[in-house]
Every structure is written in structure tokens, then in C-alpha cells.
């Protein structure tokens, strides 16, 4: 245990004075490995360097960037948002309503956090205020709402957590799909309660939504029929392709990295056939594609490397020990691992708290006796609470970058949101068969 303790010390070293995690990583890793092994050893990186950056499930990651990428330069956001607020528009809160399911569908299409509500918000968020929605209000949805991006497949969370603790990706997307809709609906009833309740935070009346003027004749059947095919005409294609890529993979005619490359190769044909492909967002999706991509292999390499180090040294071994030793329920000692993975997350992103902490704390959670896919998702889910607790919360600075609003103001806006969350993984971690229920049909 002394070698976890100076680990932890180097690896939060070199974090707090400013190095990436991924390179935090690496760099601890080399001196743990010289220095508690042996420099020979070393070679090992080279190794997994090799095998993991050239393995087939590790593409798996670049290719949902990539279909994410075509997603949001093809302005498809708008096109989810246009669309929902038209349908949600006469819901007290419609608007922010509508802003957390086009967080959920768009979560669909990208696996990210932060880029869900960053995309989102650039749109929802003006158009909240300016239809009189209580500003702090708007902001909380947007934020909480991109939480979403976190559980909804194909989220790059669950893809590292699954290439880090060789659990299969698949199946975590699939135990995904019920929680991030459970929390869709949870976020929107909450949402629906609190505007009844306090009708000034949903502002003016929602029958002015973007640019859909509804005339006197939309009151006709024809007139709602037409404008309801305009709008599947609109998103139809979004839905079909999420459909294709998490259905193939459910039953399970494609891994999860040929779904990917299907999703990628779709996503190019929408944009390109609703002309929106021009020659420079296609350079700019292959350049941010390329950035996510080189982030996320430095993060899962040197992940790789560290676990390659902790499990040598058997820090695993010794933690399962420790715990399985200590006279108490498993189920305390799951609340201890969750209240660190929520504090913990307050000061490191998401991708970072899973590739540090699983090598050491997954092996012991399995020894316990809980199951691999569930502790998939109730990590990430825990530790993306931190994505909208200060100080370090990313979809807080993110939200604030795109609104110009102060911090105290995002967060304000965002911790009575908290609570939803929180209830949501009470629920997941009391009934495990909401997260296993559809890959156990698989």
C-alpha cells in the first residue's frame, strides 16, 4: 500500500501544477515503473503502446468522433431543437423541456458531456431568454441536460471505461440507453413541476418558438398534419441513423466499432445530401476529429500503462483484501467508493477519474460481487456529477464560455438540478435491474 500511497502523491503533483492527466499519467507511471519495478520494464509501454493504438476496438473511439463531428458541423443541433420545441411548446417550460430531450438525441449522435451542452446551448439558450425564461433557469437546464451525453450511447466515457477494464463495450451501451432516458424524464418532470409551480420561469408564452409562426389555420387538422410531416421530414434521417448504429449492435450483427464506421460513413451522407458538407467544415471536422482523437489515445495508452503498473505491483489485489477484510455490508463500502468518485469528480474531468481510479478500485467492486456492467454505469453516472459541481465542473465553464454569464450565476442555475441526478443513481443503485434489464435480453 505504500507504493498506491506514492503513486496518488506524484500522480496529484503533477496534475495540480498544471499537467494534463493523460501526461500526469505517463510520467508517474515511468518512475513507478523504474523505481518500484524495474527499468527493463520499461519496454512494456512500447508494447502497449503498439498493441492497444493499433487495435480494432480502439477505433471505436475515433469513429464516434468523427460521426459527432460531421453531426455538429452539419448544424443538425438546430435542426433537433427547431423541431422539439415545436412539439413540447404548449408543456409548462416547454422550451427547457425541449432543450433536455435535444440534449438526450443529440447525446445519441456525439458521447460527450460537455460538447452535448456546448451544442445544444449555443442554440436553446438565447432562444429561452429571449421568450422570457428566468436566465439563471435556462442555463441549470442546459447544464444538467448535458449530463445526459455522459450515459447515452455511444458516450466516449463508457467506451474507456470499457477498453480499461476490458468489459465489453456493447453491452455497456446497451445498459446505457434506460438511465440516460431516465434521466431525460426525471430532468423534464422536474422542470414541468417547478414552472407550474413558479409559471415566471417559464416566461412569455412558448407559442413563439424560433421561427415557427403558428397562423390562425394551424389549428386545423390538415394544417397540424402538414407541419408534423415537415418536422419527421426534418428529423427522420437523426432518428434512422441512431437506430442503425445502437439496433446492429443490440442484435448484435456488428461490433461496436463497425457500428461506429457505419454511424461516421451515415452521418457523412446526411450532411452531405442536405448540403451542408462544405469543403471547409469537412477540413474542420477531420482536424477536431484528429485533436479528440489524439487526447483520448494519450489518455487510454498511458491508462493502459499505469494499470500495467498498479496491477504488477499488486495494489488491486491488496485493496480487494482490505475491503472484503473489512466487517461491513458491501453495500457500505460501495456508498464510501461513490461519495469519493462524487467528490473526486469535482476536481478531475470525467475520462480522467475512469482511467485513474478503475485499475485500482474496479477489481475489488468485482470481488464483492457486483456486476461489471452495472458498475459501469453507476460510476460514470456518479462521477459526471462532478461535471456540474464547482469547482472544476466542465459543462459549468463551458455553459458560462458560450453565455457570458458569471460563474456564481451558471451554478446557481445548476445545483437544484443536482438533486434530480442524485435521485436518479439512488434509484439505479437500489434497483440494478434498470441498468441490466436490456443487455441481459441481449
Known sequence: MFELFVLIILLLFFIFIGVPVAFSLGITAVIGISVFLSPAQLSQMVNISYSHGTSFTLMVAPLFILMSEFISGGGISKDIFSVLSRWFKRLPGGLAI???????????????????????????????????????????????????????????????????????????????????????????????????????????????ILSDKVSPEASVSTEKLASLLRDLAVIWPIFMLIIVVLGSMYLGYVTPTEAAGVGAFGAFLIVFTMKRLTWSIFINVLRETSKTTAMLMFMIIFGLVFAYLVSSLGIPREVSNALVSIEASRWVILSVVLLFWMAAGCFLDPTGMIVISMPILFPPLVELGFEPIWIGIISTLTICIGMITPPVGLNLYVVKGITNSSFEEVVSGSLPFLLVILIVLLLLVLFPQIVMFVPNSM
Open 98 to 208: 425541449s432543450n433536455v430531450f435535444a440534449c438526450t438525441v443529440f447525446a445519441a449522435l456525439c458521447g460527450s458531456s460537455p460538447v452535448t451542452a456546448v451544442t445544444i446551448g449555443k442554440i436553446s439558450i438565447p432562444e429561452m431568454i429571449k421568450n422570457g425564461y428566468d436566465r439563471s433557469f435556462s442555463i441549470g437546464s442546459t447544464v444538467a441536460g448535458g449530463n445526459i451525453g455522459i450515459l447515452i450511447p455511444p458516450s466516449l466515457s463508457l467506451i474507456i471505461f470499457g477498453i480499461i477494464t476490458e468489459t465489453s463495450i456493447s453491452r455497456l451501451f446497451m445498459a446505457g440507453i434506460v438511465p440516460g432516458l431516465l434521466l431525460a424524464v426525471a430532468l423534464s418532470i422536474y422542470i414541468y413541476i417547478r414552472v407550474k409551480l413558479n409559471p415566471s420561469l417559464g416566461g412569455l408564452s412558448t407559442n413563439k
